[in-house]
T-cell receptor
Framework: GQNIDQPTEMTATEGAIVQINCTYQ??????LFWYQQHAGEAPTFLSY????GLEEKGRFSSFLSRSKGYSYLLLKELQMKDSASYLC??????????????FGAGTRLAVHP | GAVVSQHPSRVICKSGTSVKIECRSL??????MFWYRQFPKKSLMLMAT?????????EQGVEKDKFLINHASLTLSTLTVTSAHPEDSSFYIC?????????????FGPGTRLTVL
C-alpha cells in the first residue's frame, strides 16, 4: 500500500526554526516533493529531493533518506506568512506507466509572534 | 512562468445537474494533467490522469462515468461532474506537468470550490 505520514499540526514562534517530518512507505519511489498550501488556495512547489541529502533553497531546506523512507522540511527565520499547510508528496510509478504524486495529509503550521 | 488557471473558481449547483471545470496551462504545453479532490483539512487525492489525445486514467474507486475528463489540446483539460450530488461537494484542483530539466514538476491551478445543494 501507499502510506505517507506527517504531523497534523505544529506551532512555532516568529524568527524561529521549525522542522516538519515526513515518513513514507510506497510502491516505488521517484522523488519527494514539498508543497506549501494556504487555506483555499492551490499548493505551491517548495522543494524536490530524489537523492539522499540536503537541498537548500533560501529559508527552506529539505532532507531525504531513501533507506529510512524519511524526509524533513526545515524552515528558518520563520515569518507570519509561513503559516500554512505543508504537504509532503512522493512521486511513484503507477500501473499506467506514468508517475503520479501521492500526498500526505499535510502539516498545518501556525506561526505566532 | 508555469501558470495554471482553473475556471470557475467557485460554483454552486442544484443536485442532479452537471458542472464543467476547466484547467488551462497558460504559458506552457502540458501533455499530462492531473485532477485532484480535497476535502476540508485533508490531503489531495488523485482522481485521474488526463493525457492529451487519449483516454484519461482513473484511480481506483473513481467513477469514470460520473467524472468525465477531456484533454483535447495541449493546454486544456476539462472535468465534468455529471448528475452532481451533495457528497460531490469538494475542492477540485488540477495540475499540469511540465518537463523542466531534471525535475518533472507539477504546477497546480487555484482550485474550484464546488457546492452541490
Amino acid at each position: 500500500g501507499q502510506n505517507i505520514d506527517q504531523p497534523t499540526e505544529m506551532t512555532a514562534t516568529e524568527g524561529a526554526i521549525v522542522q516538519i517530518n515526513c515518513t513514507y512507505q510506497t510502491s516505488g519511489f521517484n522523488g519527494l516533493f514539498w508543497y506549501q498550501q494556504h487555506a483555499g488556495e492551490a499548493p505551491t512547489f517548495l522543494s524536490y529531493n530524489v537523492l539522499d541529502g540536503l537541498e537548500e533553497k533560501g529559508r527552506f531546506s529539505s532532507f531525504l533518506s531513501r533507506s529510512k523512507g524519511y524526509s524533513y522540511l526545515l524552515l528558518k527565520e520563520l515569518q507570519m506568512k509561513d503559516s500554512a499547510s505543508y504537504l509532503c508528496a512522493v512521486r511513484a510509478p503507477s500501473s499506467g506507466g506514468y508517475n503520479k504524486l501521492i500526498f500526505g495529509a499535510g502539516t498545518r503550521l501556525a506561526v505566532h509572534p | 512562468g508555469a501558470v495554471v488557471s482553473q475556471h470557475p473558481s467557485r460554483v454552486i449547483c442544484k443536485s442532479g445537474t452537471s458542472v464543467k471545470i476547466e484547467c488551462r496551462s497558460l504559458d506552457f504545453q502540458a501533455t499530462t494533467m492531473f485532477w485532484y479532490r480535497q476535502f476540508p483539512k485533508k490531503s489531495l487525492m488523485l482522481m485521474a490522469t488526463s493525457n492529451e489525445g487519449s483516454k484519461a486514467t482513473y484511480e481506483q474507486g473513481v467513477e469514470k462515468d460520473k467524472f468525465l475528463i477531456n484533454h483535447a489540446s495541449l493546454t486544456l483539460s476539462t472535468l465534468t461532474v455529471t448528475s452532481a450530488h451533495p457528497e460531490d461537494s469538494s475542492f477540485y484542483i488540477c495540475s499540469a506537468r511540465r518537463d523542466s530539466g531534471r525535475v518533472d514538476t507539477q504546477y497546480f491551478g487555484p482550485g474550484t470550490r464546488l457546492t452541490v445543494l
